[in-house]
């Protein structure tokens, strides 16, 4: 999505706010906040989904199925740096994370008891990184480059209409919170 598009952002919420209505289904949207895992740090969210009866529920329950975004702040703000002349050998190096940690996800959901989801997903998270080396007492930029995680994140939800609350763990974010209405 390219942020400085003026239609980008409204053109990706109207296509949230349709995705339930494609599925046919009751709909759902929740606010996320996650604290700890791998990124260590807090993370914010949204995700947006659909409820329906389906067949092939084991015994005839509901499913859910949802789409989500998160943003981690990872940000370390790295100091500027320029690229070293050749030859040079850092007497050692330093990683910054340059920017957020921006996660899409996918999650499915199988109702348990009535209105009690267990919800498992897996998504992909990105991550710039710049590398600095230092020189006696000039820093130099060494490299700068994407990292790509998968990841995991499993969970249990409490819904009926007007409320979605639920409680579960991601690989990247840690342990989530979230909360959200149902329509």
Known sequence: MNIQNPYGIPIFIAFL?????????DGYVIGTYGIGGKISEPSYGMEIGGVFLSDLHPTG???????GVSVG???????DAT????GLTPSYVLEYNDGNEQDIYMSLGAELVPALFMVAGVGYAT???ITLGRYT???????????????????????????????????????????????
Do not use: K, W
Not at 17 to 25: G, K
Not at 83 to 86: A, E, H, K, R, V
């Open 83 to 86: 690229i070293p002349p050749s």
């Open 137 to 183: 007492d000039t820093l130099y930029r060494i490299d700068s480059e994407t990292q790509n995680n998968v990841t995991f994140l499993f969970g249990l939800r409490y819904l009926i209409e007007g409320l979605n609350a639920g409680l579960g763990f991601d690989s990247r974010r840690g342990v989530l919170v979230n909360i959200g209405i149902a329509f």
């Open 73 to 79: 702040d990872t940000d370390e703000n790295p100091p």
């Open 17 to 25: 706010l349709m995705f339930p209505v494609c599925l046919h289904a």
């Open 127 to 129: 991550q710039d990184v």
């Open 61 to 67: 329950g509901a499913l859910s199925l949802g789409l």
